[in-house]
């Protein structure tokens, strides 16, 4: 029986931390490692039906296995077997770098053992060096931030006889499990809000289970939270897929159903009694109604009558939402049946597709980088143009150069290569040009060039290697990027209620002119970078000026060649980040310059690198008053006392005749004041049909079209720091 998640299916009614990769190294000397793991097997060769009897009472069982139906078992398989006995010693561990089969045989003495399983969890022989025991292997812990969606953990575990001929099976289930958000509407009839809409929509996971045993089965509590209680921008930063537990949704909620096709990931929550230290796993649905935020927090399958209830382990649990009532003041209280319907079903995981490279005829296959994480430029893995080397014996033996490609798919090539001699296959992506290379060495040393000025308009530099090639397959390289991606955010919520803060300008300071094309790269002086490279203009940066819940805004993406500085900061070529905002408080302006902020791109262990084909999101957070700091990081010499203007022009009393068309407007300073033109008046005297009216684009003035004999006025009001109004009489004469 292939492995299946658990299928159920119900109705319920119910309502509703920057990403940091570390790695670990662990030296150990030869002999100790031998001590630790009694046996160290390759396990590449296929195993046949009988077992092998070797020296020593060592025997292969055969174990058939039953993978993930996804076939996303992408990374290392781990096998260990230990004694089936009260001390449960390790007596073997395997490793297999590839499974695409059905059966493994399993090596060890012989007798009655117990086997665990694992995939994808990306460790080095080396990090399994402290398991010896049963017990030793509980006491690793996988955690939720660092899964990825095509590759998540999963175990097998079970009972052999070494030695006999009886094919046990194990079947293969993954530690985490699916939240879909299949389909969400509102239903507001016969209520205070009927006919309303629900704007400013976000969905996330809350009191995430993000940490749990290897081992662990069957009942589950929490032993690390996420998102506890509430959102935490925080905790969603420092998951290597953000996505697996929050989303922002680009629609509003209405009436029509939308099926935004969302889903999240977290590991099994089966607390029996929510309390401190066991909350419930929740599915929380915020927006506003009028303006006003809510919270629509549903409990995930507790349902009364659930015979499972909480998360199980490799379950898909899908959600179809109908929201009925206005939701609660908070994030953590699930709300009642009456607030809205949920039908909600468990089911398999769907089918992916294979990823694997495949050897079958001559022919390249070029692939794009995917664009991985959200918010970036729509092109950042299009290939426009595209060379293509293929060395023997280290001489160039044929070239490719194709241009006008435009393709954000695998890009294909036929090449006859001559049997029985080993290539290397080297591409250079959206360079714009033909490059003249004759051997591997020039390849090799050779760079990507920026103009000042210039940016990425032929698209981003990509280049991909690949060596011992062999002729008589289908050969799969992928690009990567030879630039990262740094995506900001700001997050107002800690600034002062008087403090409005206007992007204008995003760019990168110390931005490369030159990155290696095959090897790690630096700029060495004041001579290889730009001092402004990279940016983003007022109409880009707007994003940033939209803030959605809490404070966060939208995100937007600048992209800079790579600049490994290491640990020494070097002020004319670590690469920096560079915000300029107008500036606005109650007592204080920004008049002809810009309050800029600045900052260095420093990762947890001090160095100052940005690599290629890397994300960096970030998040901006200025305190108080915005200014709490000076010099180099937070420049705020245009900042001075706010000087208020406010004229009604060209005066306050107008005389016009029908059929005239006339312009009132107000000088008023500073700009970026709450400014009202008067539209009650203005719609008062167009009911009267003194006047038609259409305000300026500015929003700082009308054009009157005057209609019928009478008089108006336009009342014009200015907020905070100018706070002052002003009225212009209109007299229409025949």
Request: hydrophobic share 35%.
């Amino acid at each position: 029986m292939k492995n299946r998640s658990r299928e159920r299916s119900f109705t319920s009614t119910i309502s509703f931390k920057r990403l940091f990769l570390y790695h670990k190294q662990l030296t150990l000397g030869t002999i100790t490692t031998l001590l630790i793991l009694p046996t160290l097997f390759s396990c590449k060769d296929p195993i046949g039906t009988d077992p092998e009897i070797t020296d020593g009472n060592e025997v292969t069982t055969k174990v058939t296995l039953d993978v993930l139906e996804d076939n996303s078992m992408t990374g290392p398989i781990d096998i260990f077997t230990f004694d089936d006995d009260r001390a449960g010693h390790l007596d073997s561990y395997q490793r297999m770098d590839t499974f695409d089969g059905s059966s493994i045989g399993i090596r060890s003495q012989s007798g009655r053992k117990k086997v665990f399983i694992c995939a994808n969890l990306q460790r080095s022989i080396y990090d399994w060096t402290g398991i010896n025991s049963i017990e030793a292997l509980d006491e690793v812990y996988l955690e939720l931030q660092k899964e990825r969606r095509g590759s998540l953990y999963a175990t097998a575990e079970g009972e052999v006889t070494a030695g006999s001929p009886v094919v046990s099976h194990m079947e293969m289930r993954r530690m985490a499990s699916e939240i879909v958000l299949q389909s969400i509407r509102c239903d507001f009839r016969g209520s205070a809000y009927e006919g309303e809409e629900i704007t400013d929509v976000c969905a996330y996971l809350t009191n995430v289970n993000a940490q749990c045993p290897l081992t662990s089965d069957g009942h589950i509590v929490p032993g690390q939270t996420v998102n506890s209680r509430k959102l935490d921008m925080d905790d969603v930063a420092c998951f290597a897929e953000p996505d697996m537990v929050y989303h922002k949704m680009d629609f509003n909620i209405s009436g029509k159903p939308v099926e935004p096709g969302i889903s999240f990931i977290c590991y099994p929550n089966t607390s029996q009694k929510e309390g401190p230290g066991t909350p419930f796993t929740r599915l929380v649905i915020e927006g506003k109604i009028r303006g006003e935020t809510f919270w629509w927090p549903i409990d995930i399958n507790r349902s009364e009558g659930t015979e499972n209830p909480g998360i199980q382990r490799n379950s898909r649990y899908v959600f179809n939402i109908t929201i009925s009532r206005k939701g609660m003041k908070d994030p953590d209280t699930a709300i009642g049946a009456e607030d809205a319907d949920v039908l909600m079903s468990v089911k398999p995981w769907e089918d992916k597709d294979d990823n694997r490279v495949m050897f079958q005829n001559t022919k390249i296959i070029v692939r794009p980088p995917g664009v991985g994480t959200k918010a970036g430029l729509q092109d950042e893995g299009k290939i426009n143009d595209m060379n293509i080397w293929i060395f023997a014996d280290g001489a160039v033996e044929k070239t490719i150069w194709k241009d006008g490609i435009r393709e954000s798919d695998d890009i294909e090539f036929s090449i006859p290569l001559i049997k029985g001699r080993n290539y290397t296959i080297a591409a250079l992506a959206n360079i714009g040009r033909k490059l003249d290379i004759k051997d591997y060495s020039e390849w090799e040393k050779s760079f990507v060039e920026l103009k000042e000025g210039d940016g990425y308009g032929n698209g981003l530099p990509m280049s991909a290697f690949a060596e011992g090639i062999k002729p008589g397959g289908e050969i799969a390289i992928d690009l990567v990027r030879i630039t990262a991606k740094i995506s900001l955010r700001m997050d107002r919520s800690r600034l002062s209620k008087d403090v409005r803060l206007t992007v204008r300008r995003v760019s990168i300071g110390n931005c490369p002119r030159y990155a290696s094309i095959a090897v790690p790269s630096r700029a060495y002086s004041y001579h290889d970078v730009f001092e402004r490279g990279s940016e983003l203009d007022a109409v880009q940066c707007k994003p940033l000026n939209i803030s959605g819940s809490r404070g966060l805004s939208d995100e937007v993406s600048v992209y800079v060649l790579e600049n490994m500085q290491g640990q020494e900061l070097s002020v004319d070529t670590a690469s920096y980040v560079e915000i300029e905002m107008d500036y606005l408080s109650s007592d204080l302006i920004s008049y002809d310059s810009p309050l800029i902020y600045r900052f260095y791109i420093e990762d947890e262990e001090g160095r100052y690198d940005i690599e290629r084909n890397s994300h960096y999101p970030i998040t901006v957070i200025p305190e108080n008053d915005g200014l709490s700091q000076s010099g180099w990081r937070i420049d705020k010499s245009g900042i001075g006392p706010v000087i208020p203007v406010f004229d009604i022009m060209p005066g306050n009393y107008i005389e016009g005749h029908v059929g005239d068309t006339i312009r009132v407007w107000c000088e008023c300073y500073p700009r970026t004041a709450p400014f009202d033109p008067g539209y009650e008046e203005l719609n008062y005297d167009k009911s009267r049909g003194i006047y038609d009216y259409r305000v300026d684009d500015d929003g700082h003035g009308v054009t009157l079209y005057l209609k019928k004999p009478g008089s108006g006025i336009v009342y014009m009001t200015a907020g905070d720091p100018i706070n002052r109004s002003g009225m212009a009489l209109i007299l229409v004469r025949p």
